[in-house]
């Protein structure tokens, strides 16, 4: 078992050093002078740096230095949990995340769980029947699932808060305000898990070993919840640490729509401001998640799937 | 004579406009056991689990009659034939290796019928009588198998776990629905023997079987169906002593063994070869036409570990003769067969073909002697290519695509199909496709591997004497490669016996199956079920 | 077995008729749907009422009527107008977007599938390294490097979705190459080349047509997430993420603004999704879900 965690933790660090080396070098295809460039964006003008000013920019980012020592000095950082200084709002990039990741995990985790909640309601309750509600269903999987995040958020937003106003229009960290906006994100999550799981139960509701478990004079609903569920879930299990990352990206649309605080504020910021340190600093960030998400994954599906646990 | 145990009377399924079964009647006395036999698409299994109410959602069924201990059943809902199943009726399903469930122990499996039925014990109390009922019925360290899941347990325990989990609630019938496909040959003699030692212990038992020889030596009563309907019913002796419907004939006749060696199969009706075309071979060598020497071959598993697969084999074919090669699954017969045909190098040994180098060749100095073998697969659909059409396959293999018309006639296929595509295919004519390309490269050996066994037994019946017939008349040799004793003893001229890898015995089909001498092949030759009766003796 | 047996192709009688009557309701309507865009961008001035740039101060931010369907913004311009207008550069960006990752992804695919196993796995790795970024997140840091502009966004989505492809078209690849039916012809003994070019080739592609139909509608929601960020094509732009971007700041006081122009693209995703998998399935039979 030991052998087996170290196993995945150096596997997780290859994974980080591999994330790290390919934003690294991503950046060194900027065009132009990057120095000229910062200081351009800064002023929000055009205009021609005096060499000093270009000096001194390259002496604080090292960009005179040889590209492999750029990037060892890089690494290093990393290694330390050192990911830079903002080129922008001249702090470190770990501080700024550090203070805006929290309500991003939040609602991202709570859009994971909710997103689990309605596909499995669906799926246990639909599949393999043969009627309106469970054409109904799988309709609705195929629509939501190709529904992009911010309309859906506009029109929950529209609907529920401006028009209504059950739920608070916009800005609000509480509970209440969490809600709009975790569902807004669970809702196409929903539709491709659910897809994803309503396949594998249909497929799975015509095993012989469900034959089996019927012939034994097992009901409906108990054939579905005691054995085919938990085949079913296997595949969605294994999407749930992809479905993190996209959902953690989503964020960044969603929080825009309700003008929460979080990552995505910063994100788009430093993207337009092509402040490169705050941009790969989320982007490591976010592999990190991925990362995790993986392994709690992999805890998740020995879980559900005892073979693995033997074998 | 006592009361039935079961009565049915006029059953008929429908799914939509299609009738797959029509006025099914039979009865069946306490104690006693019943076969339904047929090919697939006869209606058996469909009737089979009608039996129990679990038909299909969309299913429309409809019944004269039908008594179950004495009480009538034909209009229960869900619920109330949920009290039935499992209590009062037990049912094996189909497919013994995947009908556990794969996550779950193998003792919750057993126990569930009686949790589900109201089990009064504590959860000990289960937990023991789980144990005694896998003992029962043969289960090696019972404790032990219950704990763990499925796949940890062999292909025969598994089958026995299942057969257990059926009679938990000790109920007067058992139904068992293709109790042994997917078993090899010894575990499903094991696996008959239990079903007929519970059938002695007084439960009655009904046999759903596409195997007449299985059927034979289990069943008091047999209804043979065809499409839907029973077409031959009545004691077993008389229905396989003296069959009264065409179809039984034709379904016995069809069947491979030692005795029908050098026979045909199918109805005689059917003209041999429509056309012999000049069947032009490489130049005859000296010796035998195909050598192998001691072959061996091991594949790394999952674990990394190296697994030997074929062990030291060797063999030589000759010209015009077929060599059978018989083995369970695992034996290493497939992957000798790809050694053979050069798809898979092998670590040690040497393949000669046609009295010179083949195994040691490079690729590009074997490829235009690749025309000399051919190979047949077990599953032709996925061996063509889904887009082309039936001319253009067997086209690509031959010198000259003039000649796919001869060789559509050679193997009976019609030449209005040459436009088909594999998937518009019907299995027997898939097969056929897979022999005319197997064919039109000229060779002088083609390699078989299980070429009939995804077939039904008349199919089988029709491909078997085909290729029996090209092997005579166009003078190619066979390597021949089966699970199926019964097809083997039939085609052969020589056998050889695998086993884990290695030959155990080899000679002629008549000297190993009549008088094995090596322990495997005995055991081999003893678990295959042999049709219980012959004709001529009950006419006798 | 059961054997699978189709109709014989000599029994097609009457070929078209019997095709329009199995293509469900829905799917036709959904093709319609997909020619009316195709129609928009093509000739848009045949759907427009009115003139999508002229400005009329007096009826500005009006709601959806009979006059004016989507509403109007700011400047009064009619809403619906605009929407058509913006069709041709919404579906150039998602088509072109498509393409260019298309290219990516079967260059990657391609070389992984069917080159050695050391390109293999070195492609593999780098598409598992490529994956630990969401999409969004791909197209965000090639938008940031290489500043905004349009040819940035198309590259950004096009970046942002090639790891998803080459990896199906990888998966495709060593499909058909471990077929038995490449065997099959290996045991005729054709050389290689020519079972790349006659069975790999054909049967791996085959499915790529419909991957990209629905790759098009999927490219251009990317790219309207980028614009709605306010960065990928700027206001007052008529392309559908532009006026996304223009709608953001009335979202309370003006919906349509918003919803709109995401109607617009959502009724061409689902339409294309609609239409992509009916033909997927007749291909194919049923569909499994794919995450991209």
Known sequence: MAATVLKRLAGAVLVLWATATFTFVVQLFMPGDRATMIINTQAGNLQNPSPEEIATLNERYGFDDSYLTQYLHYLGDLARGDLGVSYNQHQPVTEIIAAQIGPTIVLTVSALILAWVISLIITVLATGRDNVWSRAATGFQIVTAALPPYWIGTILLVLLAVQTGIFPVEGDTSVIGLILPALTLAIPLSGFLGQVTQDEFERVLEQPFVTSSRTRGMGDLGVRLRHVLRHAVLPAVTLSGWALGALFSGAVLIEAVFSRPGIGGILVQATSGRDIPLVTGVMLASAVMYIVANLLVDVAYRYVDPRLRTA | MSAPLIRLEGLRVAFGPTEAVREVSFELQPGRSLAIVGESGSGKSVTARTLVGLTGGRAQVGVDRYEYLGRDVSALSDREWRKVRGKEIGFVTQDALVSLDGLRPVGKEVGEGPRLHGWSGSKDELRARVVELLRDVGVPEPELKARQLPHELSGGQRQRALIASALALDPSLLIADEPTTALDVTIQAQVLELLEATRARGKALILISHDLAVVSRMADFVLVMREGEVVERGPAAQVFGDPQHEYTRKLLDAVPSAHSRGARLSPSSAPRLAVVPEHRTAPAGEGPLLRARDLVKSFRGPDKLARTVVQDVSFDLARGETLGIVGESGSGKSTTARLVLALETADSGVVELGGRAWSTLSERERRPRRREISVIYQDPLSSFDPRWPVERIVGDAAEDAAQVSELLDLVGLERSLRDRRPLELSGGQRQRVAIARALAPRPSVIVCDEPVSALDVSIQAQVLDLLADLRDELDVSLLFISHDLGVVHHLSDRVLVMSEGRVVEQGTADAVFLNPKHDYTQRLVAAVPRLGYQREQVAA | ?292
């Open chain 3, 1 to 292: 077995m059961t054997a699978i047996t189709l109709q014989p192709r000599a029994a097609r009688a009457s070929r078209t008729g019997a095709f329009l009557r199995s293509v469900p309701p829905g799917v036709k309507l959904a093709a319609l749907v997909v020619a009316l865009y195709v129609l928009a961008a093509v000739a848009p001035g045949v759907l427009q009422p009115h003139d999508p740039f002229s400005t009329d101060l007096d009826s500005s931010l009006l709601a959806p009527s009979l006059q004016h369907p989507f509403g109007t913004d700011q400047s009064g311009r009619d809403l619906f107008s605009r929407v058509v207008e913006g069709a041709r550069q919404s579906l150039a960006i998602g088509i072109g977007a498509t393409a260019l990752s298309f290219v990516i992804a079967l260059v990657l695919g391609i070389a992984a599938g069917l080159g050695p196993r050391l390109v293999d796995g070195g492609v593999n790795r780098f598409l598992e390294v490529l994956f630990a970024f969401p999409t969004l997140f791909l197209a965000l840091l090639f938008v940031a490097v290489f500043g905004q502009t349009v040819t940035t966004q198309i590259v950004a989505v096009a970046i942002g979705t090639a790891p998803g492809y080459a990896r199906i078209i990888r998966g495709q690849f060593l499909q058909v190459k471990g077929s038995t039916y490449v065997e099959a012809a290996r045991a005729v003994g054709h050389p290689y080349p020519r079972i790349v070019a006659q069975h790999i080739f054909p049967n791996a592609m085959r499915p790529l047509v419909v991957m990209f139909t629905l790759g098009v509608g999927q490219a251009i929601v990317w790219a309207s997430g980028l614009a709605f960020l306010g960065l990928g094509v700027a206001p007052p732009s008529p392309e559908w993420g532009a006026l996304l971007d223009a709608g953001r700041n009335y979202t309370t006081s003006a919906w349509w603004l918003e919803v709109m122009p995401g109607l617009a693209i959502v009724l061409f995703a689902l339409s294309v999704t609609v239409v992509g998998r009916h033909i997927q399935e007749r291909l194919e039979g049923k569909v499994k879900v794919q995450a991209l």
